[in-house]
C-alpha cells in the first residue's frame, strides 16, 4: 500500500499570509497511461465532514477559491493556500487514488498567527 | 442537489454487529462506484470500503476485511455497511463518499455528515 506523509503536522500562518503544505507519496501516483497524477486534496473544519479542494494534482473543485492552487508530480505534492483568510483554518489532507488503499495523509493543521 | 445522509450509528459492545445505511440523493445512484470512509475521534482519514456501480466488485481495507460487508440497493438508492466482530479500534465516525467517476481510482467529490460508531464494553 502506498503512505503518504505530509508536513508540516500543524502551522500557524498570519491572515493573507502564505500556507504551504507538503504531501510525499512512499511510491509514483503518477499514471503514465494518461499522464495524471492521482493525488486529491481536501479541507476538513471541526465538526464537518471533508470537502474536496483539489483533484488530479492540480485541478481546482467548482466552487474553491482560486487562493487554493495544488502542484506538484511522481510522489511530491503541494497545497497552498496564497493569502490565508479566517476561514480557511482547518486541517488539510492529501489522499492518493492511484491504489485500492486510497491512502490519506495524517493531516495539516492550518491556525491563524 | 447531492445529498448523502448515514444512519445507524451506535454504542455496541466489542465482538458485536452493527448496520450503518447512507440515503443518496440528487443524483444517480447507480452510475456511481460509493465509499466508506472513517476517522477514529481525534485522528486522521481511513478508506474502509468501497463497492463497484452494480455491486459486482468490492474492496476494503486490510483490518476491515472478513469482517465488513458494503453493499447497495439501486432501488433505494441506498449503501450500508455491515460491521461484524466489532473491536475497539473500529471506533469512529463513519463517513459515506461518492466516488466523482465512473471508475474504483477516483477521488471523493461529496460526502456524507458522518454517523458515530462507539466499540466499547
Known amino acids: 500500500d502506498i503512505v503518504m506523509t505530509q508536513s508540516p503536522d500543524s502551522l500557524a500562518v498570519s491572515l493573507g499570509e502564505r500556507a504551504t503544505i507538503n504531501c510525499k507519496s512512499s511510491q509514483s501516483v503518477f499514471y503514465d497511461s494518461n499522464k495524471m497524477n492521482y493525488l486529491a486534496w481536501y479541507q476538513q473544519k471541526p465538526g464537518q465532514p471533508p470537502k474536496l479542494l483539489i483533484y488530479w494534482a492540480s485541478t481546482r473543485e467548482s466552487g474553491v477559491p482560486d487562493r487554493f492552487s495544488g502542484s506538484g508530480s511522481g510522489t511530491d505534492f503541494t497545497l497552498t493556500i496564497t493569502s490565508l483568510q479566517a476561514e480557511d483554518v482547518a486541517v488539510y489532507y492529501c489522499q492518493q487514488f492511484y491504489d485500492m488503499s486510497h491512502s490519506f495523509g495524517q493531516g495539516t493543521k492550518v491556525e491563524l498567527k | 442537489e447531492v445529498q448523502l445522509v448515514e444512519s445507524g450509528g451506535d454504542l455496541v459492545q466489542p465482538g458485536g454487529s452493527l448496520r450503518l445505511s447512507c440515503a443518496a440523493s440528487g443524483f444517480i445512484f447507480k452510475d456511481y462506484w460509493m465509499n466508506w470512509v472513517r476517522q477514529a475521534p481525534g485522528k486522521g482519514l481511513e478508506w474502509v470500503a468501497n463497492?463497484?456501480?452494480?455491486?459486482?466488485?468490492?474492496y476494503y481495507v486490510h483490518s476491515v476485511n472478513g469482517r465488513f460487508t458494503i453493499s447497495r440497493d439501486t432501488a433505494r438508492n441506498s449503501l450500508y455497511l455491515q460491521m461484524n466482530s466489532l473491536r475497539a479500534e473500529d471506533t469512529a465516525v463513519y463517513y459515506c463518499?461518492?466516488?466523482?467517476?465512473?471508475?474504483?481510482?477516483?477521488?471523493?467529490?461529496?460526502w456524507g455528515q458522518g454517523t458515530p460508531v462507539t466499540v466499547s464494553s
Open positions: 463497492i463497484k456501480k452494480d455491486g459486482s466488485d468490492k
Open positions: 463518499a461518492r466516488g466523482a467517476r465512473n471508475s474504483q481510482y477516483v477521488y471523493f467529490d461529496y
